[in-house]
């Protein structure tokens, strides 16, 4: 099919969330590895950085006092209040990557998810969930990055989190690492399928047909 002959499409917004520790970063990333033509959007936070992490690659960090002048010069798409600290997206960078017809991946909350979803109703959300309560805290506290107040924390919002995960058009369960990274590859895979068959994306072609 020569490019003259089919519209061009905006790239697909998927967004991923799950409680702190069900895995979401891990598998984020993976996916990213095996799928380059995602690009991850990098938020905003007042969060500090853990060890290892590089603003601009993980976070852009930022006091609060910034991130509110932000907020009041509406540079978000979304931002919400998680675990006591501000995070959000750059509307700027999400839409510039979807014009070039990439497909951009947003790790955000619920909260997040549902601006999002007024916004860009053809987002597609996938929400993953940890495979029991003992495993998401066994990850949580194996992580080693953050500090025991700050993991009863995120572990007592799971709950918060988790009500909401019927608002999401997916759910995986990330038991065995691998067979969760290959349900999010299938999502990806079959969304793309589909926009490339739209009825809408071959109207040049119909009409080149009927003459
Ligand atoms: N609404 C919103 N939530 C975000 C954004 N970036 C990260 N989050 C969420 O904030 C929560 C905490 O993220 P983080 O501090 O990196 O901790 P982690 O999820 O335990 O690795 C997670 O639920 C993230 O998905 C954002 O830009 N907007
Ligand atoms: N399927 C899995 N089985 C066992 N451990 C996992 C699995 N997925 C992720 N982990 C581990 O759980 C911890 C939390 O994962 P992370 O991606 O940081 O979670 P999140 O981004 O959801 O807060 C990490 O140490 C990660 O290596």
Redesign the pocket.
Known sequence: MSASRMLTDDGTLFIVA??????????VNALLGCEPAISLSVSHTTRPPRSGEEYGRHYYFVERAEFEREIAEGIFLEHAEVHGNLYGTSHTTVAGLLAQGRDVLL?IDWQGARQIRQSKPDCVSVF?LPPSRP?LER??R??G?DSAEVIERRLHNSREEISHAHEFDYIIV????ED?LGDLQAIVHAVRQRAALQCRRYENLIAELLG
Request: glycine letters at 14%.
């Open positions: 799950a409680p702190s520790g069900a895995g979401k970063s891990t598998l790790e993953i495993e990850r949580l194996g992580r990055s990330n038991d065995r690492f969760a």
